[in-house]
T-cell receptor
Framework: AQSVAQPEDQVNVAEGNPLTVKCTYS??????LFWYVQYPNRGLQFLLK??????LVKGSYGFEAEFNKSQTSFHLKKPSALVSDSALYFC????????????FGAGTRLTVKP | GAGVSQSPRYKVAKRGQDVALRCDPI?????LFWYQQALGQGPEFLTY????????KSGLPSDRFFAERPEGSVSTLKIQRTQQEDSAVYLC??????????????FGPGTRLTVL
């Protein structure tokens, strides 16, 4: 069975510092990988995805994620955090052969302090 | 509209009541998904439509849950005889086509259901 793990419930960083939100997965084959962000009382917003090709994926709002096949990880990164980046972040995986089988991690709450 | 919309945004029900949650997907999107997000958890898949066809309902937790999309656009998730464990945020998402490598799902703001 496929699964997604976000090992940190909470990540705190200072504004201007780099941030990393971790994600590891267990899926057979080569899945599609996604990051979503959720602001209070809002739906999930798509940030970026990995389909194939370059292991470093660039997305919205200056976020990027690095796919590491050997470590089955897809960590979200940003070189310089903003206070407005504070939100709940979800990693998700989906098998290539099944459009509707999207599995989400439990989420990581990112807090960026000024 | 510009995005996926859901109504109501908040719903409080007494245990045993029936509720109906509505989702308006992005115009032209073929696929529609329902998820349940419990407090402190990630969304969990409930059911999936491609146009009006419900292709997967394996995530529905019990036969009290029923979803429909009769004209291939608006969808309704109905929960009969609500129980306290049904309290959650119900998210709707849509994507452009039924399959394919480039399709990300666009989410609505969710309906927060509280069952007393």
């Amino acid at each position: 069975a496929q699964s997604v793990a976000q090992p940190e419930d909470q990540v705190n960083v200072a504004e201007g510092n780099p941030l990393t939100v971790k994600c590891t997965y267990s899926v057979s084959g080569n899945p599609y990988l996604f990051w979503y962000v959720q602001y209070p009382n809002r739906g999930l917003q798509f940030l970026l995805k990995y389909i194939t090709g370059d292991n470093l994926v660039k997305g919205s709002y200056g976020f990027e994620a690095e796919f590491n096949k050997s470590q089955t990880s897809f960590h979200l990164k940003k070189p310089s955090a903003l206070v407005s980046d504070s939100a709940l972040y979800f990693c998700a995986v989906r098998p290539r052969y099944n459009n509707n089988d999207m599995r989400f991690g439990a989420g990581t709450r990112l807090t960026v302090k000024p | 509209g510009a995005g996926v919309s859901q109504s109501p945004r908040y719903k409080v029900a007494k245990r045993g009541q029936d509720v109906a949650l509505r989702c308006d997907p992005i115009s032209g999107h073929v696929s529609l998904f329902w998820y349940q997000q419990a407090l402190g958890q990630g969304p969990e898949f409930l059911t999936y439509f491609q146009n009006e066809a419900q292709l997967d309902k394996s995530g529905l937790p019990s036969d009290r849950f029923f979803a429909e999309r009769p004209e291939g656009s608006v969808s309704t998730l109905k929960i009969q005889r609500t129980q306290q464990e049904d309290s959650a945020v119900y998210l709707c998402a849509s994507s452009l086509v039924g399959g394919g490598r480039y399709n990300e799902q666009f989410f609505g703001p969710g309906t927060r259901l509280t069952v007393l």
